[in-house]
């Protein structure tokens, strides 16, 4: 079992940042592949950004990538996500998870959830 703690979210105007925070606790977090997903009003949840459970890799939605950044750092068990240049349809409720698998995962069918982080763009 994994639990997954995120925090960070905020309002922020349009061209803003926001750092996400994702704390885990249970099983040893470098076991894990990380992912954050968003879900806006009367959207389904979405992929993000993912990065592998020791080498580092990740991989972006279109959408983020240059603007986005996610990092972990597995002594501390967290994984982050660097928000720049912000804008209104970054709105949405932001939620990490964690899966046990090598490399990166873009898929939604992680195992552990967080409760979310709201993040609001205004313009």
């Known amino acids: 079992q994994v639990q997954l703690v995120e925090s960070g979210g905020g309002l922020v105007q349009a061209g803003g940042s926001l750092r996400l925070s994702c704390a885990a606790s249970?099983?040893?977090?470098?076991?894990?592949?990380m992912g954050w997903f968003r879900q806006a009003p009367g959207k389904e949840r979405e992929f993000v950004a993912t990065?592998?459970?020791?080498?580092?890799?990740?991989y972006y939605t279109a959408s983020v990538k240059g603007r986005f950044t996610i990092s972990r750092d597995n002594a501390k068990n967290t994984v982050y996500l660097q928000m720049n240049s912000l804008k209104p349809e970054d709105t949405a409720v932001y939620y990490c998870?964690?899966?046990?698998?090598?490399?990166?995962?873009?898929?939604?069918?992680?195992?552990?959830w967080g409760q979310g982080t709201q993040v609001t763009v205004s313009s």
């Open positions: 998870a964690a899966i046990e698998r090598s490399g990166v995962v873009v898929t939604t069918k992680y195992t552990y």
């Open positions: 990065i592998s459970r020791s080498e580092g890799n990740t």
């Open positions: 249970g099983r040893t977090f470098s076991y894990y592949a």
